[in-house]
């Protein structure tokens, strides 16, 4: 029976799909195709941490930044860039050390 994923992979998998002996067909996305692909796995992905029990979470995490590394490449976006600007927002309005959630605000 044939079970249907339309989803971006790691490189691997096909070769591990062989190995366990069963078959499948891939396609290589386009440019256009790769970038939506990356976006609906990076929600995939951050689904998954917020699933995951704490003895997973490490390998959870550990597949969230390898979407975002590739969200980088994907853009030409040094992680310094992405860290200077981590800094910047931080300084301009804070981090979550004090765990404030908003619970209303009156206009």
Known sequence: MRQYYHKLVRD???????????SYEI???S????LQALNN?????AKEVVQAEPEDLLKELGDLF???DHILIAYNISRGTIINCQQKRR????????RIQLVWTET
Request: negative net charge; charged residues 45%.
């Open 91 to 98: 300084k301009e309005r804070g981090s979550f050390t004090k």
């Open 31 to 34: 440019e256009d195709e790769y």
């Open 12 to 22: 691997k998998i096909p070769e591990i799909i062989a190995q366990a002996g069963k």
């Open 41 to 45: 796995k990076l929600l995939e992905e």
């Open 27 to 29: 396609k290589t996305l």
């Open 66 to 68: 390898e979407v975002i």
